[in-house]
């Protein structure tokens, strides 16, 4: 599937070699017209099995396009972000799927900032890779090295971006679930400079899931009893690109991604109050609370990192995210963080000097419903356009509604909030609510369907 994330795809049927080229020398070719001279394009992958076959093949096709490629190796895709940066690089790909299971991979495109490519870029990039045109094919050298400090320049730009001793003082016990993926060196790195005792589990960076690899409560059962046996202050949850985090508390309850967000947030404003702060439609109301609590503003974008990264340069906001457990901190990378996440939460722990349940009871608590709808059909695309009018149309009028349409249809009540939107990463609508408890949201959700025809 292509989308304004790149590429996703079951490995052998979808996604083969031959994409992986193909869309690497575009976005190579793409990358070349936009500087003077080779462009130098950083290559990473997370570590699952298929990883080693498709970057052979990006890489390939990167320097057929004429690009100077440097290979990461297994890395979070938000190290990707930092070595574009600290390479001065013309943009990257980040072999990953994410959160999908084992058998899918893909390829993440970035653009020089270290995000996705704008909408407008992405769909010509979208474009020619649907044509039939030819693949251009470098006369010269090719070029391709490897760079194995990815990690090391991660977890220092992290640390300079939190203060570390007051952590270190604390002795936090923690434990980590890096679900086998990339995140597990650079994770265990960071939270042994910051004087954690870390009980690292599915460290492996072997791509083999110890269980399903999205960071959901239903997965991560194992964590949580981890937690308690342990005696630990905190539980970390990463995908396997280390994108995101989840985390467990020291109760051995999971608190759900979009406290990431939320607790991070409350971190950062402490020591930069006013400042604005900037998350995806589809992010719980915390955020608004936390930032309310600081004298700060929340501006809302289109869900997709490089839509918010793109609403954060607009209001100079140097913080944002989404609710999915992505915190975005500039001054590290403009790509959601597992490690900033981590970082900015054991900061407010030791700045609270108390525990994270506390932390979290303080806090406002809201019941969300997330629901997936399938699209099927050649006109699938056009019911979920009528059900988003539809949605739209019988809540513009109401006095104490207000209506979005810049990602889908956002509809704002004083009893919550419903947003139905098509997926960018999946043949599927998405359907999220949220109100102050969880009869109030099936309500709410009941509905939005009804609303909506669906």
């Known amino acids: 599937m292509l989308s304004v994330s790149g590429a996703r795809g079951i490995v052998g049927e979808s996604m083969t070699p031959d994409v992986a080229r193909r869309l690497a020398t575009i976005w190579g070719s793409h990358l070349a017209t936009t500087i003077e001279g080779r462009a130098r394009v950083v290559l990473g992958r997370d570590s699952r099995p298929s990883g080693p076959m498709l970057a052979d093949a990006a890489a390939e096709g990167l320097a057929a396009a004429g690009c100077e490629v440097v290979r990461l190796g297994i890395v979070t895709t938000p190290t990707a972000g930092v070595m574009i940066g600290a390479m001065r690089a013309s943009g990257g790909i980040m072999i990953t799927a994410s959160h999908n299971p084992t058998p899918w991979n893909g390829l993440k495109l970035l653009d020089g900032n270290g995000t996705a490519p704008a909408a407008e870029t992405a769909s010509a990039i979208i474009e020619r890779f649907k044509s039939d045109e030819s693949m251009p094919s470098s ?183 989404e609710g999915n457990g992505g915190v975005m901190l500039p001054a590290v990378t403009w790509i959601r963080d597992s490690l900033t996440a981590m970082g900015l939460v054991l900061q407010l722990m030791a700045r609270e000097s108390r525990p994270l349940s506390a932390i979290v009871d303080d806090m406002p608590s809201y019941t969300m419903i997330k629901q997936t709808i399938k699209l099927e059909g050649s006109d699938a695309s056009e019911r979920l356009a009528a059900s988003m009018a539809s949605l739209q149309s019988n809540y513009e009028q109401q006095a104490d509604a207000r209506v979005s349409t810049m990602d889908g249809v956002r509809i704002d009540l004083p009893s919550g909030w419903m947003h139905l939107r098509p997926s960018n990463t999946e043949p599927i609508a998405r359907l999220i609510v949220e109100s102050a408890d969880a009869e109030a949201a099936e309500a709410l959700a009941g509905e939005a369907r009804r609303s909506a025809g669906l």
């Open 139 to 321: 006369a010269g050298e090719l070029e391709i090295s490897t760079e194995t400090r990815g990690h090391d320049t991660h977890v220092a730009k992290v640390l300079g971006q939190i203060d570390p001793v007051p952590i270190r003082s604390c002795g936090f016990k923690v434990v980590l679930d890096s679900v086998n993926g990339a995140g597990g060196p650079a994770g265990a790195q960071l939270l042994n400079h910051l004087g954690c005792q870390l009980h690292h589990v599915n460290a492996e960076t072997d791509g083999n899931f110890a269980h399903p690899p999205e960071p959901k409560e239903e997965n991560l059962q194992d964590l949580r009893e981890l937690v308690k046996t342990t005696g630990s202050v905190v539980g970390f949850a990463q995908d396997p690109d280390a994108d995101r985090l989840a985390i467990v508390d020291d109760r051995g309850r999971y608190i759900g991604e979009e406290y990431t967000l939320a607790l991070a947030a409350q971190s950062w404003l402490a020591l930069n109050p006013g400042s604005p702060v900037v998350a995806n439609l589809s992010t719980s109301r915390l955020i608004d609370g936390v930032a309310e609590s600081f004298g700060s503003s929340v501006h809302r974008s289109p869900v997709g990192e490089a839509n918010v990264a793109e609403v954060m340069r607009a209001n100079d906001a140097m913080f944002g995210g």
